[in-house]
């Protein structure tokens, strides 16, 4: 999820979704770590903030389905992790059907229910595991 950089974080949150309200949307950054940064633009935010304010996103109009590409990548490891777990919770919690790409296979491990393998020139599956 790209977010628009001249909306506050809470603006970012409601856009997608006209049906949510400014409580749950408040909700939703208190839950993230943003609490009170609802009036902050996004170029204000580090980049560990502007990558859980994204996820927020990504998940508040409760999706069917979720593209998610290389999510974690240059998070350091303990940030990583927080945000695998939020994404673990987030995806029990909506249930839509995600396709996560990633180098790392210990988050594709981790979050996967199935993971396949590309490699070569031009890429082809090379493994697959249920």
Known sequence: TTLLPWRSALDNLLLPNAGLDRDRALAALERIGLSGKQ??????LSLGQQRRLA??????????????DEPFVSLDPELAARMMTLTEELIAETGPATLFVT??????????????????????FVGANA
Do not use: Y
């Open 39 to 44: 009036d902050v633009f996004p170029g204000q």
């Open 55 to 68: 996820l927020a996103r990504a998940f508040v109009g409760r999706p069917q389905l979720l593209l998610m």
């Open 103 to 124: 180098h790392a296979r210990e988050e594709a491990e981790r979050l996967a229910d199935r993971i396949l393998t590309l490699s070569g020139t031009p890429a082809c």
